[in-house]
């Protein structure tokens, strides 16, 4: 069944049809939350809320992308989420430096050696720190464009903006990356480093 | 002074460069935009190294490993039984929920008021009616007792079902003054073959008093008949014209008059009590607000 079949079953009531789709969208769904999140727990548990709220709201969906879909509802899950922590930050710190890629070796790229592996951990790993720098909007708006790939408009669409926001908040975004890895550039394995660029102005 | 406006215009102009590097990476400029822009970067290094920084960063990020997940997130069939409103239902306005609480706050004391004057007043009601019927005492307790549910239940439903009876109700009053014992026995025949022929018209082979159905044992079974009857009645015909509320008329005034006949107590005219149809009606509304409310906030929350 293609997409467009899977959705109207899955508007018809069918679970077992809209479970095709969380199949074909949970790693790109999950990604997002962790990018955005920074831990596991977190991030499986706004995906599942996502994706039983997309279930439950598949009556609204109109046709259009279904992925823009997916990737406002779970965006506004993290969102929700990141303001609960702002409003009590409890959650435990161990969890923002735990990645644990390392536990699967299955992700190391074909020709990837070990330790060319670890220090692409290593560079993630500083890269996710950084991210977690950014405020909710820009942090969003970070991940949904440079991990998720995302063009401008359906960033709009996603975090219900204008084209104009998405544009100068991605612009923050990058730019306070650049200047926290200025910063903490010494974290980046050597090959990851920006060389010959000078810091600061 | 100087220097924090200074600084801040460093602030704006660097956020404007970055917003224009960034663009410019992601092919977002305009032609226009863009021929100044790299016009600029060729005869400016340190504009340069900028861009170069910031697409460099963004390669960093986009060369992020993906995370593997960490489980499944299909939906247990579990989901599938969850309530999903209509997509006309669903968009429900961030009002409504608050409208519903301050309506159903308002219906509940408007409720409890009605009910508090009724309990006053119903000393008062009862000694101007009093008169009405004369109370013969001989009543059997039984039949007392169970009289207070039927009225209640025929009276809920005519309420619940159409307004038009509401109007009428104040006639019965004499019906069993007026309606002689054949008529009665008419009518109570009519009802007993409305529900589903449970009982057979008995009734209508004596064609004479009523109080010979009523008054033995099986007594209350009958009586529950007359609220079961009226409901379907009320319910379908209340809406339409003259006929057949006529014949609900009739209908009533039987099932009062037979009523009256058998229990004509000390309470007198209690059943078509005005009191008593503000009560209910107060009463469902406020029921049905209150289902409405709860059900708005949990939508509201849900959004």
């Known amino acids: 069944m293609d997409e467009a079949s899977l959705i109207t079953a899955a508007q018809q009531g069918r679970v077992d049809a809209f479970n095709e789709l969380v199949l074909a969208y949970q790693h790109q769904v999950y990604n997002l939350a962790y990018r955005i999140l920074g831990d596991p727990a977190s991030a499986a548990d706004a995906t599942q809320e996502a994706f039983i709220s997309a279930y439950q709201n598949i009556a609204r969906f109109r046709g259009g992308s279904f992925k823009s879909y997916l990737m ?8 929700d989420e990141l303001r609960r922590r702002k409003r009590r930050p409890t959650t435990s710190f161990e969890d923002f430096g735990e990645v644990d890629e390392e536990a699967n070796p299955a992700l190391i790229n074909g020709g990837e050696g070990p330790e060319e592996y670890a220090e692409r951990q290593e560079m993630a790993r500083v890269i996710q720190t950084g991210i977690e720098t950014l405020p909710p909007d820009q942090r969003i708006t970070l991940v949904l464009s440079d991990v998720q790939g995302l063009s401008y408009q359906e960033i709009a669409e996603a975090t219900g903006v204008s084209l104009g926001t998405v544009k100068s908040r991605l612009a923050r975004a990058r730019g306070k990356l650049r200047d926290y890895l200025r910063t903490h550039g010494e974290l980046l394995p050597a090959r990851y480093r920006l060389d010959g660029v000078s810091p600061g102005e | 002074m100087t220097m924090v406006r200074l600084f801040t215009r460093q602030a704006k102009e660097r956020k404007q460069r970055d917003e224009l590097l960034s663009a410019y990476l992601d092919g977002q400029l305009s032609a226009g935009e863009r021929a100044r822009l ?6 400016d290094p340190a504009l340069r190294a900028e861009l170069e920084a910031l697409r460099h960063t963004v390669a960093l990020v986009r060369d992020l490993p993906p995370v593997p997940i960490p489980r499944n997130f299909i939906l247990p069939p579990t989901v599938a039984a969850r309530p999903r409103p209509a997509p006309s239902a669903r968009p429900r306005r ?3 929920a608050p409208l519903l609480t301050a309506a159903t706050a308002v ?14 007043l119903s000393g008062v009601g009862r000694l101007a009616f009093a008169p009405a019927a004369a109370p013969p005492k001989e009543i059997p307790q039984v039949v007392l007792e169970t009289t207070p549910v039927v009225e209640a239940e025929a009276e809920e439903a005519m309420r619940s079902g159409a307004m038009p009876t509401a109007s009428m109700l104040p006639m019965p009053t004499e019906a069993p003054l007026e309606v002689p014992p054949a008529a009665t026995a008419g009518a109570e025949r009519y009802e007993a073959e409305t529900p589903e022929g449970v009982e057979s018209p008995v009734p209508a082979i004596g064609g004479g008093p009523i109080n010979e159905v009523t008054a033995p044992a099986p007594g209350p079974i009958p009586t529950v008949e007359v609220g079961v009857a009226a409901a379907p009645t009320a319910a379908t015909e209340g809406t339409e014209v003259a006929p057949s509320m006529i014949e609900e008329e009739e209908r009533t005034a039987a099932a009062e008059g037979e009523r009256e006949v058998r229990e004509s107590e000390t309470a007198g005219p209690a059943p078509i009590s005005p009191w008593r149809a503000l009560e209910v009606a107060l009463g469902l509304t406020a029921l049905g607000l209150a289902l409405a409310t709860v059900r708005a906030w949990r939508a509201r929350r849900r959004q």
Do not use: K, M
């Not at chain 2, 219906?107 to 006053?120: I, P, Q, Y």
């Open chain 2, 38 to 43: 790299e016009a600029q970067l060729a005869t």
């Open chain 1, 72 to 79: 406002r509802i779970v965006s506004n899950a993290c969102y």
């Open chain 2, 94 to 96: 961030a009002w409504a």
């Open chain 2, 107 to 120: 219906v509940s004391l408007l409720f409890v008021v009605v009910l508090a004057g009724d309990l006053l």
